[in-house]
Nanobody, 122 residues
């Protein structure tokens, strides 16, 4: 499976961005699609995830209420709508897919997109 992330850019604090992740093939009903981010000098961290079957969503506390993850079954895409952005949201954002394990851990994901840079200015 190949994942292609897009939608990053430069935005002022308080603004919004929408990231998209396109999968080369339809995720199975067992897949969980996740977004992670990695700021300069820091470890990659969990942001949000969605179960492909059923659409159950999971969020890191730091983005809960500001970010929304969604999926489009017809397009095989996963989106991350980011509102009320803060400078601390600045990072490279990665989409990934997993079939088992803890959805919040990078080790559970076996396919990763190339990353898209989000920069939030103060």
């Amino acid at each position: 499976v190949q994942l292609q992330a897009s939608g990053g850019g430069l935005v002022q604090a308080g603004g919004s961005l929408r990231l998209s992740c396109a999968a080369s093939e339809r995720p199975s009903s067992r897949h969980v699609m996740g977004w992670f981010r990695q700021a300069s000098g820091k470890e990659r961290e969990f942001v949000a995830a969605i179960a492909w079957a059923g659409g159950t969503t999971y969020y890191a506390d730091s983005v809960k209420g500001r970010f929304t993850i969604s999926r489009d079954n017809a397009q095989n895409t996963v989106a991350l709508q980011m509102n009320s952005l803060k400078p601390e949201d600045t990072a490279v954002y990665y989409c990934a897919s997993a079939m088992r394990g803890n959805y919040a851990q990078t080790a559970s994901y076996n396919y990763w997109g190339q990353g898209t840079l989000v920069t939030v200015s103060s």
